[in-house]
């Protein structure tokens, strides 16, 4: 595994950055986060440092939106695969707190409007909490079908 996704590099700290400046529907931004953070189930100890980070800024600009679980979910499900690299003790606490902490954000705004992606997404993270890899799979199977049907759908019409 490169080195540089070992500490909290540059790149990311950038990111971070920008995410505090922009809006939560910045998709250009939001790809180069993820692609930073998780590269085909590979995640990093600068992914484990990035969760509290992210959920700060979504705390304190009070914003919503299925980025904030699908990315969480998918670094904690990814934590838990044995060739990804253990959550440093000196993280622990704070990882851990901001995944309940985003768990309860989302659902103290469960009245407002939610679509399916966000639904989805914050039910695969429960699973990851969860360690639940049964369910996180079959909920995750089941969006990516419903996805490829309504395009289908969609290409139709």
């Not at 990093?44 to 700060?56: D, M, N, T």
């Not at 499900?77 to 000196?90: D, F, I, M, S």
């Not at 622990?92 to 992606?117: G, H, M, P, Q, S």
């Not at 996180?136 to 490829?148: G, H, R, V």
Request: charged content about 35%.
């Amino acid at each position: 595994m490169d080195n540089k996704y070992d500490f909290f590099y540059e790149e990311i700290a950038s990111l971070i950055e920008e995410l505090e400046r922009s809006k939560p529907d910045d998709a250009d931004l939001w790809w180069r986060i993820w692609d930073e953070l998780h590269h085909q189930g590979d995640v990093f100890i600068s992914s484990y440092v990035a969760v509290p980070k992210i959920f700060e800024i979504y705390k304190e600009r009070e914003w919503l939106d299925a980025n904030l679980p699908a990315l969480f979910a998918v670094i904690e499900n990814c934590r838990q695969q044995e060739k990804n690299p253990e959550l440093p003790e000196w993280l622990k606490k704070e990882y851990f707190l901001a995944l309940e902490n985003t768990v309860r954000y989302c659902a103290e705004r469960i009245r407002k409007k939610w679509d399916k992606e966000l639904l989805v997404y914050y039910l695969l993270l429960i699973c990851a909490i969860k360690q639940d890899q049964g369910l996180y799979d079959l909920l995750n199977i089941a969006s990516e079908d419903e996805q490829y049907l309504l395009k289908l759908y969609d290409e139709s019409l």
